[in-house]
């Protein structure tokens, strides 16, 4: 069974101050891996696509890399608009292959 | 902006009563999915339908719930007869094609049970 694991479950930045999130996963042969930013009362949006070991994705103040074993999130000099949940979630080649596993998310603040 | 839309955002019934949740996919977008958020717990996966199909159910509760997705009109979720802990956040996502795309959420049905 797919499993992925989000730490900390909750971070609070003060704007400026760079870090990074972690997701751990456990996956019977990776499809893909995905980010994605939840605001209160929004559905998930989605950030990111990572397939293979060694990959990463940039998106503004947003760097997300992957290995083997976990993700991570990188967030350079946070601003208040980047506080959201965080979630992680992965798709692997088991059964009809597309569903995602996600993780418990990272509550971001970033304070100004 | 023809992002996946859900509808309603808020539904509210009594136990024992249906409720309906409905999802219409992004242009283009033929592969529908529902997730299931309750409070304090991550997203869920419940279902995958294409057009007339239900690829796999593996998520679903095996009693009460169903979901389909006609070839014309909306993805419905179904609930029948249902229970305080039915209440959730339902989300709908639609990707283009299958394994590896990306999915995109709707904002969800918050259901709530008297």
């Known amino acids: 069974e797919d499993q992925v694991t989000q730490s900390p479950e909750a971070l609070r930045l003060q704007e400026g101050e760079s870090s990074s999130l972690n997701c751990s996963y456990t996956?019977?042969?990776?499809?893909?891996l995905f980010w994605y930013r939840q605001d209160p009362g929004k559905g998930p949006e989605f950030l990111f696509t990572l397939y293979s070991a060694g990959e990463e994705k940039e998106k503004e103040r947003l760097k997300a890399t992957l290995t083997k074993k976990e993700s991570f999130l990188h967030i350079t000099a946070p601003k208040p608009e980047d506080s959201a949940t965080y979630l992680c979630?992965?798709?692997?080649?088991?059964?009809?292959?597309?569903?995602?596993?996600f993780g418990k998310g990272i509550t971001l603040s970033v304070r100004p | 902006n023809a992002g996946v839309m859900q509808n309603p955002r808020h539904l509210v019934r009594r136990r024992g009563q249906e409720a309906r949740l409905r999802c219409s996919p992004m242009k283009g977008h033929s592969h529908v999915y529902w997730y299931r958020q309750l409070p304090e717990e991550g997203l869920k996966f419940m279902v995958y339908l294409q057009k007339e199909n239900i690829i796999d159910e593996s998520g679903m509760p095996k009693e009460r719930f169903s979901a389909e997705f006609p070839k014309e009109g909306p993805s419905i979720l179904r609930i029948q007869q249902v229970v305080r802990g039915d209440s959730a956040a339902y989300f709908c996502?639609?990707?283009?094609?299958?394994?590896?795309?990306?999915?995109?959420f709707g904002d969800g049905t918050r259901l709530s049970i008297l």
């Open positions: 996502a639609s990707s283009p094609t299958g394994a590896g795309t990306p999915q995109h």
């Open positions: 979630a992965v798709q692997g080649e088991t059964g009809a292959n597309s569903k995602l596993t």
């Open positions: 996956v019977s042969g990776l499809r893909g």
